[in-house]
């Protein structure tokens, strides 16, 4: 019997990453839909249609609201964050402390 998984969109870089980890290993899931958002995984998952590798911190949230159970992969698969700023201007007094929140909330996240 086949696993069935909520996999990411085929377009982000992550779901390449995600199925060669899936193919180095024994597992063939049975992909049962696809979502952009770890989000909308999650809620997908919380209603019993699969199970997904999604980015930590969405993870980290949906289990501590009770609605998934995250368990760490072995081997860890990175997931890289990006900030987004424009691109023609210093960044103001105020996007520069929202970065350093950020920065120590994903911190604090990914430390339980």
Do not use: K, W
Not at 30 to 39: D, G
Not at 45 to 72: L, Q
Request: proline residues 6%.
């Amino acid at each position: 019997m086949r696993d069935n998984l909520v996999a990411l969109g085929a377009e982000i870089a992550t779901r390449s990453e995600t199925d060669i980890f899936l193919a180095a290993g024994s597992a063939r899931p049975c992909i049962v839909a696809e979502a952009q958002l770890s989000a909308s995984i999650c809620e997908l998952v919380a209603n019993r249609a699969g199970v997904s590798i999604v980015e930590p911190v969405t993870a980290a949230n949906f289990a501590a609201a009770g609605r998934v159970v995250a368990r760490p992969l072995h081997p860890e698969q990175p997931f890289r964050y990006d900030l987004l700023l424009p691109a023609l201007c210093e960044p103001s007094r105020v996007a520069a402390r929202f970065q350093e929140l950020v920065e120590g909330r994903f911190a604090a996240l990914l430390s339980h």
